[in-house]
């Protein structure tokens, strides 16, 4: 029971990030949002495992 509870709130956030991509455009900069912000997704590999940073930058739509 505690299995499915956990795949169906697994693919309830894969469906609402599935509509937030609808929201984002790529290009070179990273990826676009539609209140002009640029959002980059870095992956680091430390020492207790890998961490994932995400950095928004609204500084007037300049890619980061």
Do not use: W
Request: glycine letters at 12%; a negative charge.
């Amino acid at each position: 029971m505690i299995k499915f509870i956990r795949d169906v709130l697994i693919m309830a956030i894969l469906m609402v990030a599935l509509m937030k991509i609808g929201e984002a455009s790529f290009d070179d900069g990273g990826v676009k949002l539609e209140n002009g912000c640029y959002t980059l997704v870095v992956v680091v590999d430390g020492d207790h495992g890998k961490k994932i940073i995400t950095v928004q930058d609204c500084r007037g739509g300049q890619p980061i």
